[in-house]
T-cell receptor
Framework: GIQVEQSPPDLILQEGANSTLRCNFSDSVNNLQWFHQNPWGQLINLFYIPSGTKQNGRLSATTVATERYSLLYISSSQTTDSGVYFCAVANSGGSNYKLTFGKGTLLTVNP | ETGVTQTPRHLVMGMTNKKSLKCEQHLGHNAMYWYKQSAKKPLELMFVYNFKEQTENNSVPSRFSPECPNSSHLFLHLHTLQPEDSALYLC??????????????FGSGTQLSVL
């Protein structure tokens, strides 16, 4: 099946800093989503972005499908950004329902 | 309020017990999912229902039994579980139109401990 690798596995920032999280995948995809899991376990959908660039406030994401990677940018980080960020993809030609998740990036933002 | 509600939030059960997890989505979606999140492992898809029909069963042991009575409700019936089944169980929903399956929305999860 498709492989999803996220980097870095852990990231510690001071409040106000910017960061870039990366998601590499091993095959062509027709679905890519970024999620944030807060310290209480709630998973929030940040972006549906199988290709192109999107922005939502301090967050933006870019997927270059032909090169099999996606980037999540967090600007002016806040303590509430702490948690685990997951990338999930669905393989083109595979089941439309089956998202494969990466292991995540654990982000800690210190005040 | 995420639009996907799961109950209970926490559950402790013995290996001989029978319990059920409940999920309800208020988003008008036509697909619902059960995922399992264990410590140190990526989220694993367990079951998918589209228009109440099961479309995916990801080789899940028979001690987990899903039920989808309508497109808004999803249950996961549990019986004779093992301690290694302890995990966070997450329900999700999405809207599928043809080949397009867009954003997945998750509930808050049920933290299950099997003693």
């Amino acid at each position: 099946g498709i492989q999803v690798e996220q980097s870095p596995p852990d990231l510690i920032l001071q409040e106000g800093a910017n960061s870039t999280l990366r998601c590499n995948f091993s095959d062509s995809v027709n679905n890519l989503q970024w999620f944030h899991q807060n310290p209480w376990g709630q998973l929030i959908n940040l972006f549906y972005i199988p290709s192109g660039t999107k922005q939502n406030g301090r967050l933006s994401a870019t997927t270059v499908a032909t090169e099999r990677y996606s980037l999540l940018y967090i600007s002016s980080s806040q303590t509430t950004d702490s948690g685990v960020y997951f990338c999930a993809v669905a393989n083109s030609g595979g089941s439309n329902y089956k998202l494969t998740f990466g292991k995540g990036t654990l982000l800690t933002v210190n005040p | 309020e995420t639009g996907v509600t799961q109950t209970p939030r926490h559950l402790v059960m013995g290996m001989t017990n029978k319990k059920s997890l409940k999920c309800e989505q208020h988003l008008g979606h036509n697909a619902m999912y059960w995922y399992k999140q264990s410590a140190k492992k990526p989220l694993e898809l367990m079951f998918v229902y589209n228009f109440k029909e099961q479309t995916e069963n990801n080789s899940v042991p028979s001690r987990f039994s899903p039920e989808c009575p309508n497109s808004s409700h999803l249950f996961l019936h549990l019986h004779t579980l093992q301690p290694e089944d302890s995990a966070l169980y997450l329900c999700a929903s999405s809207q599928v139109v043809g080949q397009n399956n867009e954003k997945l929305f998750f509930g808050s999860g049920t933290q299950l401990s099997v003693l």
